[in-house]
Every structure is written in C-alpha cells, then in structure tokens.
C-alpha cells in the first residue's frame, strides 16, 4: 500500500525556518515526481513545489521561490522542504504528494503536517 | 498561469440528488484536470483524472466530462459519504493551478 507520512511541522516566528520531511514507503520512490501542497486554514489548495526522479527538475511556485527549498533522498526513500524567510502566510497544512499518474497529477496524499508562523 | 473557475462555490443537496460542478480553464490544458474530494481534516483524494477517467475504487456515480476548456462533474444518487469540498485541478503547465473548491452541503 503507498503511503506517505510527513513531519516537522510546529510553531515559528515570522523571519524564522524548519525543515518538513515525507517518508515514502508502498512504491518504489526514485520511480516518481514528488511534490509539496499546501492549504491555508480555510482556504484552497495551493501547489508549492515539486521535484523529479533525479533532482534534475525542481520548481516552485512564486510564491515560495527564494525561500524554500525542495529537496529528496532516494536511498532514504524521502523528500524534504527547507523553509526559510517564513512569512505568516506561509501558514497552511503542508501536504506531500506523489505523481504517478502523470507529472503534475497529485494523486496520492499524506495526511499533511500543520505549520503555524507567529510571533 | 492559468486560472481554474470553478462553480459553484457551495451547493446544497438531498440524498439521491445529482449534482454538477464546473470548471473553466482560462486556456486549453488538453484536459489534464483531475477531481478531488477533501473531507474535514484530511487530505485530498483523486476522483477523476484526466478529465473523464474514474480511478480506481472509486464509485461509479462520480464521473468527468470535458469540452475544449470547459470540465464538468456530476454525482448521480448522491450518497451520505459524498458530503465534502470537490476541487478541479490542472496539471496541464506549471504553475499547477485549482479550482477555489465547490463545498457540497446536506439540504
């Protein structure tokens, strides 16, 4: 069964950083694009980033670009997001995703880890 | 980027209705659009990709239906489980982009 599992999610200052974490397992992970959503409470989805098999193709929505960093650990069968700069709008839940389907198709979700940015 | 309008914003409905949500790109995106469902306090699951394609599991009262940019879903005999936020979403060219999401509610 695939299942992803995400993890450092907390409470930081606007100015502030941490380093979210998606643990794969049910799939062979170096096979797929993987990918970062997130949803303000309340509000929408919104894509963040995503990255490809190899690392070779990363990109990020505007407005993240510049203060995160997406990043991934096939021997590990892992995928982190470092978040710098964090900016109270940068609250949301953060989801990790795998496209299996088709690049850009999100079509498996973790369960998502809730990031709060207050002073 | 291409914008996704998705209609309506919330909906309310009996058990047995069916119901229809669209969504419009702002461009053609050659039907790369999938339906999600999110339910209170968990996470997104695909319903259609592909603009007309039911994954697997799910049931066969949801479907998909595409012209040139415009994208429908429907849920026929709407059942007690099905009361959720329904969001489209392209994965035609980045940035990927959703609907603002349709929230079905019990009439």
Known sequence: EVQLAESGGGLAKPGGSLRLSCEASGFTFSDYTMNWVRQAPGKGLEWVSSISRTSSYIFYADSVRGRFTISRDNAKNAMFVQMNSLRGEDTAVYYCAVSQRSIGSFDIWGPGT???VSS | DIQMTQSPSSLSASIGDRVT?????????????NWYQQKPGKAPKVLIYDASNLETGVPSRFSGTSSATDFTFTISNLQPEDFATYYCQQYDSLPYTFGQG???EMK
């Open chain 1, 114 to 116: 809730v990031v709060s």
């Open chain 2, 21 to 33: 949500i669209t969504c419009q790109a702002s461009q053609d995106i050659n039907n790369y659009l």
């Open chain 2, 102 to 104: 349709t929230k079905l």
